[in-house]
């Protein structure tokens, strides 16, 4: 097949399986295609550094799934729109909190006006497309001048992806999700108009070794991590990074 056929092919099953998450399960981490101990993992770490954002101010929550993040905004006093291209997600989404609108759209063809938001929250998106590009620029289309985005990917340098990586090519299997290189992720961010870009290791666990999750999370390891940065790289299975769109 050629590299777009593969696109579609990639991008496409991902598709399928996010409407079948949503149709089979009913718990957040599991309409999204996450274990419970990896959302929650996930919920907390931008939880405790997400600095607040005005009353009022307009957030996107791109690939909300079943609006974790959404209701969360909205409880901190923000307008949020939660975007998802699986219908039966934004289905039971709705359910659970009325107050959020919610839009059904491919988050690189966003039904938005230039310049409209405040922030953007785009949270387990880029590990099911092909290539980050038209995402990062068609966030940064939507967003106002300073206004912030917070996005994750799963790190290509870490641990985790060499082992599954080198597990898929034993088997003769195809890669059932993509990995990002963390630099070329800020590279993008950048030569969309981005800067203060700040990049946060995020190890998390398997769920068999969910117990060692409070280790990597102390004090201690934080400090590890910010010191010797290869370590956090390494040991991380995704990375998150903030951005402030330039003026």
């Not at 039904?111 to 990062?136: E, N, Y």
């Not at 590279?187 to 995020?202: N, Q, Y």
């Not at 590890?224 to 990074?241: D, E, Q």
Request: positive net charge; glycine residues 8%; charged residues 25%.
């Amino acid at each position: 097949m050629t590299n777009d056929s593969d696109r579609r092919a990639f991008e496409k099953r991902w598709q399928h399986r996010f409407a079948e998450f949503a149709k089979l399960r009913n718990d957040d981490a599991g309409i999204a295609g996450w274990s419970s101990s990896g959302l929650e993992t996930r919920f907390r770490f931008f939880a405790t550094r997400w600095r607040g954002a005005q009353a009022g101010s307009l957030y996107l929550d791109v690939g909300c799934g079943a609006g974790t993040y959404s209701r969360w905004l909205a409880d901190a006093g923000l307008r949020v729109i939660g975007v998802d291209y699986s219908v039966p997600a934004l289905e039971k989404a709705r359910l659970r909190d009325v107050r959020i609108a919610y839009c059904a759209a491919d988050a690189s063809r966003l039904p938005f006006a230039d310049a409209t938001v405040d922030g953007i929250l785009c949270f387990g998106v880029l590990q099911a497309v092909w290539d980050s590009k038209p995402f990062v620029v068609e966030l940064a289309r939507v967003l106002k001048p300073e206004g912030e985005l917070w996005i994750d990917a799963l790190n290509a340098r870490g641990i985790r992806a060499l082992w599954d990586r080198t597990q898929r090519r034993i088997s003769g299997k195809p890669m059932h999700l993509r990995y990002e290189s963390p630099q070329k992720l800020v590279t993008l961010l950048r030569t969309a108009g981005f800067d203060d870009v700040s990049r946060h290791w995020l190890p998390i666990m398997p769920p068999q070794l969910r117990a060692l999750q409070a280790v990597f999370e102390s004090k201690a390891m934080g400090f590890v991590i910010t010191a010797l940065p290869f370590i956090g790289m390494t040991a991380s299975h995704s990375v998150v990074i903030r951005a402030v769109l330039a003026k």
